[in-house]
């Protein structure tokens, strides 16, 4: 059933304040005034919840989830685990990461433990416990938070030697792995698990199976100390619902299976607003692939944990978002899915690392500050629009995004070894998508593609037999599939299939791969269309893969080089579907009308007719938002978005009606 409330608030660290009760005071005052009705407490505060081994000191956080409760703010309370206190390290060094040079590390920063320590999980351990004995039935208490941005490897004996036991249980003999591993080249056959070790930059490091498997591993490891966290919590309060922070296409943990062992799926947010080099509908647009991806792990409603109401402190240029932005990137947020947003963080640090990172509250403690008034604004707003929350969005496209396929790719050693651009290429088919107003979300090779009208899937390199015979029947019973170059070349180990390629799929495809030329930066092949679907001509980059027709229809063909004549982009009917394969990568431009084409054969699409430049749109149940990225005013319909502004439509008697429009945010630093 949908919610009654979208969740608003921020990252609360009042334990950097317990000596200012007049700030505690007016933290409260200034929550309820900005709308907020949820914070993220105590991440980060694992030195003051225990400042010495066995002595807890929990009265301050008992005061604090007392009062935002009677102010009608519900807690996430989180699990201190991301910053050890300093008494922990010291007396347990082995709870201290080593790099993969194996030399261990200081204490400091934060995210620098084993997730394999023994000793480190019995600390987590007893301090979730206490948490949550003491506070888990509280009424305010929702949701916890584990840890905060889960992340990094260790290369101590206990994680080589819980390698060596995860290898064993995949592969069950070493012969497997060899195999697998294709070891035999430069006379690496490991005679037994024992002599396994983690890449290393002083040892091995050019085998791509144990590369690829170590990822996988070290995937695995952090998704098992999450749940041991979890599992603690649970262990006092069977009923608890859990979250995690999860980052901006954060390379380390395949999060589709992260988010299998939680409840609620979140991530922190720090795009880099206003660059010179894109349009702020390009940001937005980058954004929100990072909002579809979160949404897709679980498939439901996420939380947005942590975005910066300013600029951040650490981004090489630390810009400020333009007045209105900030209310833009919520509400874009919202309609991509959420049901919550957050900030990092309420009130700014007087010190530290982060004491320039904009939060609701700044260091003047203003509320006429123009960043709380803005904060306070869109707090208005979404309770405005609490009617979409826990609306889910329908299945139209997917785009198959697959971490192990990314790990293997990015570490191919051919046929470009710099600046291969998975993500870009995944952002040039999602924008092409978007313009039509198709609503997107991402797979991986084990989800259930059912159900999708639509699967783009771009540079699939690693292509799991399994994989290759669910598109095949997704085509052959009515769908449409996008594959692009360099798509179905190895297999789940790196190892590359023999016979034609992509593997499986070339009668689906009607196309054969036969080579492939990697371009220099910069350098570029004209290709030119072949009827008047497509742009009569385009310029190809990167990579240039030549392939023979067998069957399919060529679109666009390359118009220079020695493979002149090849295709470029073509199109198969296989079954009731059709299939097409793009061989090379066009300027973004190109996709517009690429998808406008597919779009419409597919019968795709979320909004009739084409869409403004500047303005999105995006699909939440009933309810059609269009966000104008735009400083200036545009009309859709009959309806006037204000500058940077979004007005939600519902479908009624099959037209569309609009049931919210929202004011344009103005101010000014004179004349006020």
């Known amino acids: 059933m949908p919610h009654s409330v979208l969740r608003y608030g921020a990252d609360y660290n009042p334990d950097q ?10 933290d409260i005052e200034l929550m309820k005034k900005a709308g907020v009705n949820v914070v993220s407490l105590g991440i980060f505060a694992w030195a003051t919840l225990e400042p010495e081994e066995g002595r ?6 008992r005061s604090i989830i007392d009062r935002l409760y009677e102010a009608g703010v519900s807690i996430d309370l989180a699990t201190p685990s991301g910053a050890r206190p300093a008494w922990l390290a010291h007396k347990y060094p082995e709870v201290l990461r080593v790099n993969a040079d194996r030399k261990r590390q200081l204490f400091g920063e934060r995210h620098n433990h084993c997730y394999t320590s023994p000793v480190y999980r019995e600390k987590v351990r007893r301090m979730n416990q206490t948490l949550a004995s003491n506070f888990g039935r509280h009424p305010g208490v929702i949701m916890w938070h584990l840890s905060n941005e889960y992340g990094g490897e260790c290369h101590c004996e206990l994680c080589q030697e819980a390698f ?3 290898l064993k249980n995949k592969y069950g003999t070493i012969e497997a792995l060899n195999k697998a591993w294709n070891a035999k080249f430069w006379s690496h056959d490991y005679p037994d698990f024992s002599y396994i070790e983690s890449p290393a930059p002083h040892g091995e490091h050019t085998v791509h199976g144990l590369k690829l498997d170590w990822k996988r591993f070290v995937s695995h490891q952090t998704i098992d100390f999450m749940k041991w966290e979890r599992d603690s919590i649970r262990e006092i309060v069977p009923d608890a619902k859990v979250c995690v922070n999860m980052m901006y296409f954060y390379n380390g943990i395949d999060y589709f299976e992260m988010a299998k062992e939680i409840d609620l799926a979140s991530w922190d947010a ?14 937005a647009a980058d954004t929100a692939l ?7 792990v679980k498939g439901e409603p996420f939380w947005l944990m942590e975005n910066c109401p300013g600029p951040t402190n650490w981004q090489s240029i630390s810009k400020t978002k333009k007045p209105g932005v900030n209310i833009l990137a919520g509400m874009q947020t919202v309609a991509q899915g959420a049901d919550g947003v957050l900030y990092f963080q309420w009130r700014q640090s007087q010190g530290s690392s982060e004491k320039f990172h904009a939060a609701v509250v700044s260091h003047d403690c203003r509320e006429d500050n123009r960043i709380y008034m803005e904060c306070a604004e869109l707090g208005r707003i979404l309770k405005d629009i609490s009617f979409v929350a826990g609306e889910k969005r329908e299945k139209q496209a997917a785009i198959v995004y697959d971490w192990s396929n990314k790990w293997a790719l990015e570490d191919a050693q051919g046929p470009r070894n710099k600046g291969l651009g998975y993500k870009q290429e995944l952002l040039r088919h999602y924008t092409g998508l978007r313009r039509q107003g198709v609503d997107v979300q991402l797979v991986n090779q084990d989800s259930d593609i059912s159900g999708y009208r639509l699967i783009v899937a771009p540079m699939l390199y690693m292509l799991r037999e399994d994989f290759a015979g669910k598109l095949r029947a997704f085509v052959e019973n009515g769908g ?13 180990t790196d190892l590359c299939w023999l016979g034609d390629t992509p593997h499986q799929l070339t009668d689906v495809l009607g196309v054969r791969r036969m080579e492939i030329d990697a371009m220099y930066d910069g350098e570029t092949r004209r290709c030119v269309g072949e009827g008047d679907e497509l742009p009569s001509s385009a310029q190809g980059c990167l990579l240039c893969e030549v392939a023979a027709l067998e069957g399919a229809m060529p679109l666009m063909v390359y118009d220079e080089d020695y493979f002149a004549g090849a295709p470029a982009v073509t199109v198969n009917t296989f079954g009731k579907g059709k299939a097409y394969y793009v061989a090379t990568r066009f300027e973004p431009e190109f996709y517009v009308p690429l998808y406008r084409m597919i779009c419409r054969d597919a019968g795709q699409s979320a909004w009739p007719g084409d869409l403004p430049e500047g303005v999105m749109v995006s699909r939440r149940g009933a309810y059609t938002f269009l966000l104008n990225t735009l400083p200036s005013a545009a009309g859709v319909v009959g309806v006037e978005i204000a500058p940077y502004g979004t007005a939600i439509f519902r479908e009624e008697d099959g037209g569309m009606t609009c049931v919210y429009n929202q004011k344009e945010f103005k101010w000014s630093p004179v004349g006020r």
């Open 164 to 166: 060596r036991g995860w």
């Open 56 to 61: 807890f000191n929990l009265d301050w956080m």
């Open 17 to 26: 304040w317990l000596d200012r009760p007049d700030i505690l005071e007016q």
């Open 480 to 492: 449409t599939l996008v594959m692009t170059y360099w798509s179905g070349v190895v297999n789940e």
């Open 290 to 296: 990072m909002h579809d991806l979160i949404y897709s």
């Open 270 to 283: 720090y795009p880099t607003w206003h660059k010179p080099s894109e349009t702020l509908e390009q940001t």
